[in-house]
């Protein structure tokens, strides 16, 4: 583990402030179930977020989940299979089904222009995924919830501070979940929260967050048991404090990792967005072997040879799970499948030395063949 370079490295705040941060729990032996920290990091991130509503939760993939359930949905949900195991087994293990649409090649979000079509009688909702940072086509998929009167769940696991026409982008669609995982932009060791536009769905996921309880007398809802503890609620204030000096960090690494690899033939990375705040999340390239000279596998295997961890997020397709017993068709997101066969995440996080970046850089485009 100690000379590799992984794909990412959890930031961590000093050890000291954690410890501070702590502290008083052990006099309060009070370490979950929404306790004081729950609650000071809850505000803070209202407030960084820019959201007007907003709960949180053990993880992000239970953000998904119990969003679902509170949404009361039934029938078919659209979504992409170019993303985390997460959002697919949120639809599915709420018994929904999930009908796949295809991707945008150049931001790898839902192809909005294929949405239309896979609507029927039984859809309830579109499940858009926000990937690598980059935000969908917000405004088309408004256009259509609002045409066929469907419920937007957004999987914001991937935008986290992300700002969109100066909004947070947690402010669209009925839900944004993010994942506050360790792997994350921004951690709170596990965790995740919601954000939502109604208050009557907020008092749903607060109960169904604690196995549907609603008072000590009252059990309403089949809940589940997603909480977040008071630990993780500690980390989460303090690298709060740092995220932004974080964000701008990543940001000097995008820069390094484009002023070698922009521009070169047979390389596509992530687009710049208009009037999108980027948190600079993942840095993805899609290799042309034909172009390009390498293909993508060739690429990661020459990164492992020099203990660098690259990683295919995302492939392969959920779609093509062998959970799902080939009930789907991965043929059907021809765009999702062609990309997830060359898409290489390459290592990203605050703290990477820029000569790191130089050397990966350096491994990547001695890779073609001459
Ligand atoms: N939706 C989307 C689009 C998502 O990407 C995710 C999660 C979710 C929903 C669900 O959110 P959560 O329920 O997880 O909050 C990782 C993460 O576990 C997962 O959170 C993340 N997406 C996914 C994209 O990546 P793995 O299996 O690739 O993680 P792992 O353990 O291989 O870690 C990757 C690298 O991170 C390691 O090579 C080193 C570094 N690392 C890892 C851990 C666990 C650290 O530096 N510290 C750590 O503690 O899934």
Not at 38 to 46: C, D, P, R, S, V
Not at 168 to 179: K, N, Q, R
Request: one cysteine or more.
């Amino acid at each position: 583990m100690e000379n590799k370079i992984l794909v990412t490295r959890s930031s961590m705040p000093p050890y000291e402030e954690y410890i501070e941060e702590i502290k008083d729990m052990w006099d309060s032996h009070w370490i979950t179930n929404m306790g004081v920290k729950h609650i000071e990091f809850q505000e803070a991130l209202k407030k960084y977020l820019m959201v007007e509503n907003i709960d949180l939760l053990t993880n992000g993939h239970m953000a998904l989940e119990l969003s679902m359930q509170a949404l009361n949905l039934q029938g078919e949900v659209i979504t992409t299979p170019f993303t985390f195991a997460s959002t697919t087994h949120a639809i599915v293990r709420n018994g929904l089904k999930p009908v796949f649409c295809d991707i945008d090649p150049t931001d790898f979000t839902i192809d909005v222009s294929k949405i239309e079509k896979l609507i029927t009688d039984r859809t309830c909702a579109i499940a858009p995924v926000h990937v690598y940072g980059n935000i969908c086509n917000i405004e088309e998929i408004d256009r259509l919830a609002r045409k066929y009167d469907l419920k937007v769940i957004y999987d914001a696991a991937h935008t986290f501070g992300v700002q969109y026409k100066g909004k947070g982008i947690g402010e669209f669609g009925d839900v944004s979940c993010f994942s506050f995982h360790a792997t994350k932009v921004f951690n709170s060791i596990e965790g995740g929260a919601v954000c939502f536009r109604d208050v009557h769905f907020g008092e749903k996921i607060y109960d169904l967050k604690n196995f549907g309880i609603h008072d000590a007398e009252s059990v309403q809802a089949v809940g589940a048991n997603a909480k977040m503890n008071e630990f993780c609620a500690a980390m989460g204030i303090c690298n709060l404090r740092h995220v932004d000096e974080e964000i701008a960090k990543r940001k000097i690494v995008v820069e390094r990792y484009k002023s070698y690899l922009e521009g070169i033939n047979g390389l596509q990375l992530s687009p710049v967005q208009d009037d999108v705040k980027s948190n600079y999340a993942y840095f993805p390239v899609v290799f042309d072997e034909k172009v390009f000279g390498a293909s993508r596998n060739e690429v990661f295997a020459a990164l492992a040879e020099h203990g660098i961890g690259a990683r295919k997020y995302f492939y392969p397709l959920t779609n093509s799970f062998e959970c799902f017993h080939g009930e789907y068709d991965i043929n059907e997101t021809p765009v999702a499948l062609k990309i997830s066969k060359r898409v290489l995440t390459l290592p990203l996080y605050a703290d990477i030395s820029l000569e790191d970046v130089d050397k990966i850089c350096d491994i990547v485009l001695k890779c073609r063949k001459q």
